[in-house]
C-alpha cells in the first residue's frame, strides 16, 4: 500500500473529497482507504506556494497500484495523483544524498529515463532548490546505476515529475503518476475565448448539485467544456480514458491490469441520460465545441446551437450552470452589466426555479442579475480570483 495524496485547486477541496469519495465506493471498496489523515488545507508555511500545483492542496489517502490506475482513471476534479515516497530529516546535503539514494527508486524508475525535480524549501537549512535538485539526481543515479537526464521540466511523456519539499529540515518526496495535468483530458484540442479547465468544469457541476437526470442548460458554452463534462459525468464515462498517464513508463506497470480496468469501466455506462443543451452566440465557438464533443464520444448527448442568451428555450425544470464572460480575458474595456442583468432578466422569465450556477470574477456583475445568490465558494480561474454563485432563480 502506499500514500497517495490527490492535488486539486485551492477551494475545491470539499468537491473533490464528494468526487474521490465516490470512485472509492464505486471502484474501490478493498483497495483504498479513505480514513486517512485528510488534508483539506494547507499549513501556514505553505501559504506563500499556493500557486503551485504539488502545493494547491488536497486528500491524503492510502491505496495500491490498483488505486493509483483507478483514481487517474476515474476523477474528474483532481489536478494531479501523487505517491508520498519518503519523508525524511535532512539538515545537510550529505544527509539528503545518502538517504535518498537508500530509497527503492527502481520501482518508478528505469536506468536512464529522463526525471524533471521539482523543489520548494521552507526556513530549512537547505534552501538552494537547485541544488537540492542536483543532489537528488545524483543519489538516484547511484542507487539506479546511472545518472538521470536532469530535464527543467516533465516536458516528454517519458519524463519522471519528482517532488521535493524541505520544510523546518524535514523533506518529503513524492513520485507524480499521472504526467499531464489531469484536466488535459485528451478531447479539448480547440479552445474559444477564456477557456475553462475541465477539472473546474466538473467542480462547478458537483458544486450546483446537479442530480445528472434533470435537465441541464449552458448558454455561455464558449469552447463546450461545460456540457462536455455533464455528458462525461452523466454517462458514466472516465474522464481519463482517452489520454496516457506517468505511471505507464513505471517497471512495474501492469499494463493487462490497467486494459481490464478500462474495459470494464467503458462496460458500465449509464444509459438513462438527462438533456443537456448548450449553446452560444458565437458560430465559431459552436463549431469548436461540437468537434470538442466528437472527439469526446459525448456528441450525442448535447443539443449545441447559436443563439443570444435571450434566445434560450428551456423546457421543464433543470439546472443551469454556465461561465459568462466577465471582462478581464475576453474585453476588458467592454461594460457587461448590462448583459448580466439581461441574463437575469431571462432567467427569471424563462428559467423559473431553476437551479442555477455562474461563474463569475466580479460580484457587482452577478449583483445586476438580480437574482439572490450564494457566493461564498471563491476558486481561480486560469489565475483569476472568481465566485460561484449559486441558487434558485424564483418561480
Same mark, same amino acid.
Given at each position: 500500500?502506499?500514500?497517495?495524496?490527490?492535488?486539486?485547486?485551492?477551494?475545491?477541496?470539499?468537491?473533490?473529497?464528494? +468526487?474521490?469519495?465516490?470512485?472509492?465506493?464505486?471502484?474501490?471498496?478493498?483497495?483504498?482507504?479513505?480514513?486517512?489523515?485528510?488534508? +483539506?488545507?494547507?499549513? !501556514?508555511?505553505?501559504?506563500?506556494?499556493?500557486?503551485?500545483?504539488?502545493?494547491?492542496?488536497?486528500?491524503?489517502?492510502?491505496?495500491?497500484?490498483?488505486?493509483?490506475?483507478?483514481?487517474?482513471?476515474?476523477? /474528474?476534479?483532481?489536478?494531479?495523483?501523487?505517491?508520498?515516497?519518503?519523508?525524511?530529516?535532512?539538515?545537510?546535503?550529505?544527509?539528503?544524498?545518502?538517504?535518498?539514494?537508500?530509497?527503492?527508486?527502481?520501482?518508478?524508475?528505469?536506468?536512464?529515463?529522463?526525471?524533471?525535480?521539482?523543489?520548494?524549501?521552507?526556513?530549512?537549512?537547505?534552501?538552494?532548490?537547485?541544488?537540492?535538485? /542536483?543532489?537528488?539526481?545524483?543519489?538516484?543515479?547511484?542507487?539506479?546505476?546511472?545518472?538521470?537526464?536532469?530535464?527543467?521540466?516533465?516536458?516528454?511523456?517519458?519524463?519522471?515529475?519528482?517532488?521535493?519539499?524541505?520544510?523546518? +529540515?524535514?523533506?518529503?518526496?513524492?513520485?507524480?503518476?499521472?504526467?499531464?495535468?489531469?484536466?488535459?483530458?485528451?478531447?479539448?484540442?480547440?479552445?474559444?475565448?477564456?477557456?475553462? &479547465?475541465?477539472?473546474?468544469?466538473?467542480?462547478?457541476?458537483?458544486?450546483?448539485?446537479?442530480?445528472?437526470?434533470?435537465?441541464?442548460?449552458?448558454?455561455?458554452?464558449?469552447?463546450?467544456?461545460? !456540457?462536455?463534462?455533464?455528458?462525461?459525468?452523466?454517462?458514466?464515462?472516465?474522464?481519463?480514458?482517452?489520454?496516457?498517464?506517468?505511471?505507464?513508463?513505471?517497471?512495474?506497470?501492469?499494463?493487462?491490469?490497467?486494459?481490464?480496468?478500462?474495459?470494464?469501466?467503458?462496460?458500465?455506462?449509464?444509459?438513462?441520460? !438527462?438533456?443537456?443543451?448548450?449553446?452560444?452566440?458565437?458560430?465559431?465557438?459552436?463549431?469548436?465545441?461540437?468537434?470538442?464533443?466528437? &472527439?469526446?464520444?459525448?456528441?450525442?448527448?448535447?443539443?449545441?446551437?447559436?443563439?443570444?442568451?435571450?434566445?434560450?428555450?428551456?423546457?421543464?425544470?433543470?439546472?443551469?450552470?454556465?461561465?459568462?464572460?466577465?471582462?478581464?480575458?475576453?474585453?476588458?474595456?467592454?461594460?457587461?452589466?448590462?448583459?448580466?442583468?439581461?441574463?437575469?432578466?431571462?432567467? &427569471?422569465?424563462?428559467?423559473?426555479?431553476?437551479?442555477?450556477?455562474?461563474?463569475?470574477? +466580479?460580484?457587482?456583475?452577478?449583483?445586476?442579475?438580480?437574482?439572490?445568490?450564494?457566493?461564498?465558494?471563491?476558486?481561480?480561474?486560469?489565475?483569476?480570483?472568481?465566485?460561484?454563485? &449559486?441558487?434558485?432563480?424564483?418561480?
Amino acid at each position: 500500500m502506499h500514500k497517495l495524496f490527490v492535488v486539486c485547486a485551492p477551494g475545491i477541496e470539499p468537491f473533490t473529497r464528494l +468526487d474521490l469519495s465516490r470512485v472509492l465506493e464505486s471502484q474501490l471498496p478493498q483497495q483504498a482507504d479513505l480514513s486517512a489523515t485528510p488534508s +483539506d488545507s494547507l499549513p !501556514p508555511e505553505n501559504s506563500t506556494q499556493r500557486g503551485q500545483e504539488e502545493d494547491s492542496g488536497g486528500i491524503e489517502l492510502f491505496g495500491d497500484l490498483q488505486a493509483i490506475y483507478r483514481l487517474n482513471l476515474h476523477l /474528474r476534479t483532481a489536478s494531479r495523483v501523487l505517491v508520498r515516497f519518503a519523508e525524511f530529516h535532512a539538515a545537510a546535503f550529505s544527509e539528503l544524498r545518502r538517504k535518498t539514494n537508500l530509497l527503492p527508486w527502481e520501482h518508478f524508475l528505469s536506468p536512464g529515463q529522463p526525471v524533471a525535480i521539482r523543489v520548494t524549501c521552507h526556513q530549512s537549512r537547505l534552501y538552494h532548490q537547485a541544488a537540492v535538485a /542536483r543532489e537528488t539526481a545524483k543519489a538516484i543515479g547511484e542507487r539506479l546505476g546511472v545518472q538521470p537526464p536532469l530535464l527543467k521540466s516533465d516536458e516528454t511523456q517519458e519524463t519522471q515529475l519528482i517532488i521535493v519539499r524541505l520544510v523546518s +529540515d524535514e523533506c518529503a518526496i513524492s513520485i507524480d503518476s499521472s504526467g499531464e495535468l489531469l484536466h488535459r483530458r485528451g478531447y479539448r484540442l480547440e479552445t474559444a475565448k477564456a477557456p475553462l &479547465r475541465e477539472t473546474l468544469a466538473a467542480a462547478m457541476l458537483l458544486a450546483s448539485g446537479w442530480d445528472t437526470l434533470s435537465p441541464l442548460l449552458d448558454p455561455f458554452c464558449g469552447s463546450g467544456t461545460i !456540457p462536455i463534462e455533464a455528458a462525461l459525468l452523466a454517462r458514466g464515462m472516465p474522464p481519463g480514458a482517452k489520454r496516457r498517464f506517468a505511471f505507464m513508463h513505471w517497471p512495474g506497470f501492469d499494463g493487462r491490469q490497467w486494459e481490464t480496468l478500462l474495459a470494464e469501466s467503458l462496460q458500465n455506462l449509464h444509459t438513462e441520460l !438527462p438533456k443537456i443543451s448548450a449553446s452560444d452566440r458565437d458560430a465559431g465557438a459552436i463549431q469548436i465545441s461540437q468537434a470538442n464533443a466528437e &472527439r469526446a464520444g459525448v456528441a450525442d448527448l448535447i443539443e449545441f446551437t447559436c443563439r443570444a442568451v435571450s434566445a434560450i428555450e428551456p423546457v421543464g425544470s433543470g439546472w443551469m450552470v454556465t461561465n459568462p464572460p466577465y471582462g478581464l480575458r475576453v474585453s476588458s474595456s467592454h461594460d457587461l452589466r448590462n448583459l448580466y442583468a439581461q441574463f437575469g432578466k431571462v432567467l &427569471r422569465l424563462k428559467c423559473p426555479a431553476w437551479q442555477v450556477a455562474i461563474l463569475c470574477s +466580479d460580484l457587482n456583475l452577478i449583483r445586476n442579475t438580480g437574482l439572490h445568490l450564494d457566493t461564498s465558494l471563491a476558486w481561480v480561474n486560469g489565475g483569476v480570483p472568481v465566485r460561484l454563485a &449559486r441558487g434558485i432563480v424564483p418561480g
